[in-house]
């Protein structure tokens, strides 16, 4: 088993930061959807432009 392990190092060792990596990404995108639903795209010609986040935000209106 130690063999195994001493001779994957690397390999897992790149594996976890990929993970770190994505779990950082999925909180990201998480704590953006409750501040408001940021998509960081832009409104122009959007088919969610009248009942996204922002758009709800600049229009003065309620979120549901």
């Given amino acids: 088993m130690i063999a195994w392990l001493s001779e994957n190092l690397i390999t897992i060792l790149i594996c976890l930061v990929i993970a770190v990596f994505l779990v950082l990404a999925v909180i990201n995108l998480v704590r953006n959807r409750k501040k408001g639903g940021k998509c960081s795209c832009g409104c122009d010609g959007c ?8 758009a709800v935000k600049s229009s003065g209106e309620k979120a549901n």
């Fill in 47 to 54: 088919a969610y432009s009248g009942s996204c986040g922002e």
